[in-house]
RNA sequence: GGCCCGUUCGUCUAGUGGUUAGGACUCAUGGUUUUCAUCCAUGCAACAGGAGUUCGAUUCUCCUACGGGCUACCA
């Protein structure tokens, strides 16, 4: 059980896009290769035609590379190796270990509704002639899995020693009647030509890698070590999908989360480092991830954690970067600026905006003056017409003020209380309303003197004129 | 129905045959701040239930309950 090869794959079926449970069995699967110095491949399993889609491989692709979970060429499609299927079901035709089955769909589901969960093996031991005849009248038939009495065994990397009798497994269906192989066969020959040392997947899969691994020991392939993730939950305790609202890479993407955000708590469902710690870049997470700390139990998604996390990571960011991504993410925003002002935006909210969404929204007043004003702030900050008078004054004592610095601003503000015999909220909370539109935000000074003298009393002066309402 | 897996604060988790069962998020309160955010402090809050083993079980065993997965000519 001891590799010296750690070769992984992720393998997405293009029916969707790229979901948070995927991204994590992915992740996984990447930081286990990283980490052991070995190899992470994509498999993109398209045989079910039906519901596969070009556009997903690209979207599946497009997140996976967004997340920086890079792959070792060349990227594998199922559909591509059918050669070798063939070449693999007739070894296993020729040892007995497959068998026709003529029954149909139809009458197999309608034993399952009376309750026979199992197939009965109708076809199991059909007579030589028999399958003949009926091959000769061109009746529609599946190979299924001879499986032989005893029991299968195996460790897994997560849930330890899993046993199941042969009772248990039906002589499941590789080729359907339309000769295209199944899923249980395909990973099997796939893994084996892809030299996968370590199959890394979800739950979901635990009740397949019996069948699977009765699949490798008839064809003589080497059987991999099985890793088996919990399955990640949305609130009600189910497991998480679309229904639970976002529940994929690209929306996540598009709310303006960085990915090692995402990285950062998908790691953190279902894996602890064995330390307190829970801040970590990816290259973080290839150093402390290790699958043996990985539970067993599904984990339910936390919106309120990712965001936290996700404002954690935004502190530590370096402002030119984010800069390249609010730009990234919205082309106009900062449009006209120049990049000295940007700075100093990005340098304010750092602190205050979770999401590259949250900046992008918390700096609207910088670039434009405030289109409306607060309901509630409004009610707080200029109730009456008094606030006018104030905020006339003051006005006349900012228009002298020849270096609009903030230790000049704070100056004015000081005296200006002093003498009137104000508390300081009387004034700066107009003058947020003014020039904000909100009550919320970096310290008043800050905000006037990035904005500048003319573009602060303008603002003043169409707030003088429509307020209070 | 059968099989497999799981069960520590609301959530993510640490942990041990004897602990005041620890941390983080959330929430509440207080401090800092002109506001918000940050930061700091404090608080609320958990071993699913029942047997058994044991001097002693949250920890080991069994049973029950609950939850999840699989039981496809999906992957």
Redesign the pocket.
């Known amino acids: 059980m001891t590799n010296s090869v750690f070769n992984v794959r992720f393998?997405?079926?293009p029916?969707g896009e790229l979901h948070l449970g995927g991204a994590r069995t992915a992740l996984f699967n990447w930081l286990f290769a990283k980490y052991n110095n070995g190899k992470f491949f994509l498999r993109i399993?398209d045989?079910?035609t039906k519901?596969s889609r070009e556009i997903y491989t690209d979207q599946i692709l497009d997140s996976l590379s967004w997340l920086g979970l890079n792959w070792e060429e060349p990227l594998i499609f199922?559909s591509e190796r059918l050669n070798e299927y063939k070449i693999h079901i007739k070894s296993l035709l020729s040892s007995g270990q497959l068998y026709h089955c003529f029954?149909?769909?139809n009458d197999?589901s309608e034993l399952?509704d009376k309750?026979h969960?199992?197939?009965p093996g109708t076809c199991r031991e059909l007579d030589h002639n028999d399958i003949k005849t009926r091959l000769n009248q061109g009746a529609?038939f599946?190979y299924r899995v001879r499986i032989p009495d005893g029991n299968t065994k195996y460790e897994d990397m997560i849930?330890?020693s899993?046993?199941?009798d042969h009772k248990?497994l039906?002589d499941?269906?590789v080729i359907?009647?339309?000769g295209?192989p199944?899923?249980?066969f395909t990973a099997v020959v796939d893994d084996h030509y892809m030299d996968i040392s370590h199959v890394i997947r979800g739950?979901?899969?635990?009740?397949?890698t019996p069948k699977q691994i009765l699949l490798y020991k008839a064809l003589g392939f080497n059987v991999p070590v099985f890793a088996h993730l919990?399955?990640i939950?949305g609130a009600d305790?189910?497991?998480l999908s679309k229904r639970h609202g976002a529940a994929g890479v690209q929306t996540f993407r598009e709310e303006g989360y960085l990915p090692e955000s995402l990285n950062n708590y998908l790691a953190?469902?279902?894996?602890?480092p064995?330390t307190?710690e829970?801040l970590f870049s990816s290259d973080d997470l290839i150093q402390k991830f290790n699958l043996s700390?990985v539970?067993?139990?599904?984990?339910?998604w936390?919106e309120?954690?990712m965001h936290?996390i996700s404002?954690?990571h935004m502190?530590k960011t370096g402002t030119d970067h984010i800069i390249d991504k609010l730009r990234f993410n919205d082309p106009d925003w900062g449009k006209g600026s120049s990049i000295s002002y940007l700075v100093s935006i990005v340098e304010l909210l750092k602190?205050?905006a979770k999401s590259l969404s949250e900046f992008i929204a918390q700096s609207d007043y910088f670039f434009n003056s405030p289109l409306s004003y607060d309901q509630e702030a409004l009610q707080k900050a200029w109730g009456d017409n008094s606030v006018n008078t104030r905020m006339q004054l003051l006005a006349v004592n900012l228009l002298t003020l020849e270096h609009w610095r903030k230790d000049y601003l704070q100056n004015i503000f000081e005296l200006f209380i002093k003498e009137h015999g104000l508390g300081?909220?009387k004034i700066?909370?107009p003058i947020?309303l003014a020039v904000c539109g909100t009550?919320?935000?970096?310290?008043?000074?800050d905000i006037l003197e990035l904005l500048g003298k003319d573009e602060t009393l303008k603002r003043i002066n169409v707030a003088l004129k429509e307020l209070p309402k």
């Not at 953190?268 to 602890?272: A, F, Q």
């Not at 539970?295 to 339910?300: W, Y």
């Not at 009550?439 to 000074?445: D, E, I, K, M, R």
């Open positions: 393998a997405p079926s029916t399993e045989t079910d519901r199922q029954c149909s769909k197999l399952k309750g969960f199992k197939y529609s599946t849930y330890g899993i046993n199941v248990e039906d499941f269906i359907r009647s339309d295209s199944t899923y249980n739950e979901d899969h635990v009740s397949n919990p399955m939950l305790g189910k497991r953190l469902l279902g894996w602890n064995g307190d829970e700390k539970q067993k139990k599904g984990a339910i936390d309120k954690k936290w404002g954690q502190m602190v205050r300081l909220g700066i909370m947020r009550l919320n935000g970096p310290a008043v000074y």
